[in-house]
Structure formats: C-alpha cells, structure tokens
T-cell receptor
Framework: KAGVTQTPRYLIKTRGQQVTLSCSPI?????VSWYQQTPGQGLQFLFE???????NKGNFPGRFSGRQFSNSRSEMNVSTLELGDSALYLC??????????????FGPGTRLTVL | LAKTTQPISMDSYEGQEVNITCSHN???????ITWYQQFPSQGPRFIIQ???TKVTNEVASLFIPADRKSSTLSLPRVSLSDTAVYYC?????????????FGSGTRLSIRP
C-alpha cells in the first residue's frame, strides 16, 4: 500500500506570495492533518480534516487554510507569505482520526523556503 | 493534553541497548502512549504504541509502569541508522479541542 505523498517536495517563494501544498493520504484513510516544523518551534499542529470538514485547528493565523476533497486528498494554502513561514510542512493521515490508537502516518513533507 | 518530558539528547554505541524515558505525569485514563522516530527532513515514523505494561514489535519495546506516569522506549542493539529524533506523545489528537504536542523530542546519536 502506498504511503502518504506530498507535493511538491521543495518550494521557494518570496514574501507576499501565496503557496498551495498538496497531500494524498494512504488509501482508505479519511483523516488528514497538517503540521509545521521549524527548528525553533518544533512540530506544531495546524489543522485536521475529515470528510471534507475541518475538525480541529491549531493556533495559527488565518493566512493558513486548508481543504479536503471527496477522495480525502487535502491541500493547504498559505497566503501573504512571511519569512517565518519557512518550514517543513508535514501531512499525516489516519483511518478515522478518532480512536486513541488510530495511528497517524506521515508523509515526507514539503520544504518551503520564503525569501 | 498531557505534557511530556524527555531528555534532550542521548549518545550510545552500535550494538548497545538504548532506553529513552518519557515522563507524563498528567496522563489521562484513556490516553495512549505513542513513540515516533524522525530523520532530518523527513516526516515522523510511527515506532510503537501502548496503553499499559509492555508492548513489543519488530523494532522496539515499550515499557509502561502501573501508574502510567512514565514510559520507556527500548531499542535493542542499535545501529548507526537509529540516529534520529524520538518523540513521545500522550493522549488523543481528536478530542473536540485537541491540539497535538510533539514536544522537543530526544536526539539520539549512535557512534561506531
């Protein structure tokens, strides 16, 4: 079974631009979560989607948004990019995202650099 | 969500057994304990998960005492490829107001 895939793997943007990242979950997984990882802040939860609905949201500004499609694929968008948005953006999928033991499987991430 | 405390870093040698302990004093009755491994510029990889006592799989063992206020990840006979950051997570991500907290993890360095 294929793992979580994320595209693109690397991205360079300039301040003020916007960016869209894509995530394809493991087949059959309906929950998709997004995380931002930086050296200073570590791994931080952005939001989680299930059945095309945002179910949980972390403490990030409204410039960060996402959506999920009927096939469970998800995209996240960051508008008006700032230098501090440079990070590794990780996507994780799980079956239902409800049970305690519903393990999350992470993708390889998208490395975003904002110049 | 229960906060976890782990050593910032650990060093060991190839062939040794490595034990990484995580403290989670505020663990809730329904919380599970999960460990992830992360290599640079890659997503975290699930290692093992448990609720109580001992869990073993092909790569690691997880020891959880009766009070569940701590847990120990045990990696038998480590190799250079086990050099990574290890994260301990407690609780569930998916309660109505949950936000997952990975913490700073333990940076494990294995030497020849």
């Amino acid at each position: 079974k294929a793992g979580v895939t994320q595209t693109p793997r690397y991205l360079i943007k300039t301040r003020g631009q916007q960016v869209t990242l894509s995530c394809s979950p493991i087949s059959g997984h309906r929950s998709v979560s997004w995380y931002q990882q930086t050296p200073g802040q570590g791994l931080q939860f952005l939001f989680e989607y299930f059945s095309e609905t945002q179910r949980n949201k972390g403490n990030f500004p409204g410039r960060f948004s996402g959506r999920q499609f009927s096939n469970s694929r998800s995209e996240m968008n960051v508008s008006t990019l700032e230098l501090g948005d440079s990070a590794l953006y990780l996507c994780a999928s799980s079956l239902e995202g409800r049970a305690q033991q519903d393990t999350q499987y992470f993708g390889p991430g998208t490395r975003l650099t904002v110049l | 969500l229960a906060k976890t405390t782990q050593p910032i870093s650990m060093d060991s040698y190839e062939g040794q057994e490595v034990n990484i302990t995580c403290s989670h004093n505020n663990i809730a009755t329904n919380d599970y304990i999960t460990w992830y491994q992360q290599f640079p510029s890659q997503g975290p990889r699930f290692i093992i998960q448990g609720y109580k006592t001992k869990v073993t799989n092909e790569v690691a063992s997880l020891f959880i005492p009766a009070d569940r206020k701590s847990s120990t990840l045990s990696l038998p006979r480590v190799s250079l490829s086990d050099t990574a950051v290890y994260y301990c997570l407690v609780g569930g991500v998916y309660s109505s107001a949950s936000k997952i907290i990975f913490g700073s993890g333990t940076r494990l360095s294995i030497r020849p």
